[in-house]
């Protein structure tokens, strides 16, 4: 009677979880669905962007060369400059001596204009002096008059920009304005991240095949055995271990009611660690019991409703009849 009650609390447990499993597995496959329709313009965009970086890449090293060659021809440009002006100077040196003889009568006519000039310049100098004495300005003992407001300071004046060059400059610029880098990189984030997702979800649907649901609970979740000597920690889906040492990591169900983790920390002198798991039917999750049956070879019983089956209700609700012969 413990038993068949046990059962119908397990097969409830299961049916529940199947449930709830079914439901996420169509959410994940909707999501892989979703991901894939994403993913070819995403990559699409994201070539486009590095091709972009390549071309900005030869931009740079192009102004760079550009910079290289305008150092390399500046001096030679400078002493080409300083050789026009000695030439220069020499035919104005050339040209004042040859012009001597012929620029006296010149020379007195432009004076007699400059006199002139200034003569008149005077005369306008003595008539603003005189419309200045004529302002009604306020004697020193009329009071103190009011202060002018004072100027406002001058600005100060911006710092100059080092000279970086005009390579320098675009170099500067790209980095500092265009957001190709920044886009760059979250695109590929973007990317990396639709993919570790799809790998994940992949992965979680064929660790739990169809007739696998009724373990869904177990993922993501750790149960503990505790011994005199050890702590036992068995990670479902991920790994198992024993204090710190790692008897294995989870490998596949073997049979209905079976798993294994494989591959854990290397025996002295002896084989990997294994660990084998057996199901047995029951309404709660805990592991019943662990040992060492072989060297290095660990076997675990572990009690969940997912190992719970209907064919045993009907076993434990209509016994088998015993043929007369089995009494004897």
């Known amino acids: 009677e413990a038993k068949l009650k046990d059962l119908r609390a397990g097969l409830q447990v299961k049916t529940k979880t199947i449930s709830q499993a079914k439901r996420q597995k169509q959410e994940k496959e909707a999501e892989i669905q979703r991901i894939d329709q994403e993913l070819p313009a995403l990559e699409t965009k994201l070539k486009e962007l590095r091709q972009k970086k390549v071309w900005k890449k030869e931009e ?64 306008a100098r003595e008539e603003d002096m005189a419309d200045v004495e004529s302002w009604d300005m306020p004697d020193e003992d009329d009071g103190p008059s009011e202060s002018p407001a004072a100027p406002a300071p001058a600005p100060p004046e911006p710092e100059k920009p080092r000279d970086v060059g005009w390579a320098g400059w675009l170099r500067s610029w790209f980095r500092a304005e265009d957001p190709l880098e920044k886009e760059l990189r979250e695109m590929e984030s973007q990317v990396k991240s639709h993919k570790d997702s799809k790998s994940r979800l992949k992965k979680e649907l064929d660790e739990l095949p169809e007739d696998k649901l009724g373990f869904a609970s177990l993922r993501d ?103 007369p012969k089995e009494e004897l």
């Open 221 to 323: 979740k750790c149960l503990e055995y505790k011994t005199s000597e050890y702590t036992y920690k068995l990670c479902f889906f991920k790994d198992a271990k024993q204090s710190h040492t790692r008897l294995g990591n989870w490998e596949s169900f073997t049979s209905p009611t079976e798993a294994i983790f494989k591959n854990g920390e290397m025996c002295f002198g002896g084989p990997a660690r294994s660990l084998k798991v057996t199901f047995q039917c029951g309404a709660t999750e805990e592991v019943l019991a662990l040992d060492e049956p072989s060297r290095c070879s660990y076997a675990a019983v572990v009690r969940h409703a997912g190992a719970c089956i209907e064919t045993m209700q009907q076993d434990l609700e209509s016994p088998r009849t015993r043929h």
């Open 60 to 123: 740079e090293a192009d102004a760079e060369k550009m910079q290289a060659e305008c150092k390399t021809e500046l001096p030679r440009l400078r002493q080409r400059v300083k050789e026009l002006e000695e030439k220069v100077a020499s035919l104005e040196k050339d040209l004042a001596v040859a012009g001597e003889g012929t620029t006296t009568t010149t020379t007195k006519k432009v004076v007699s204009e400059y006199a002139k000039w200034m003569e008149g310049a005077d005369a």
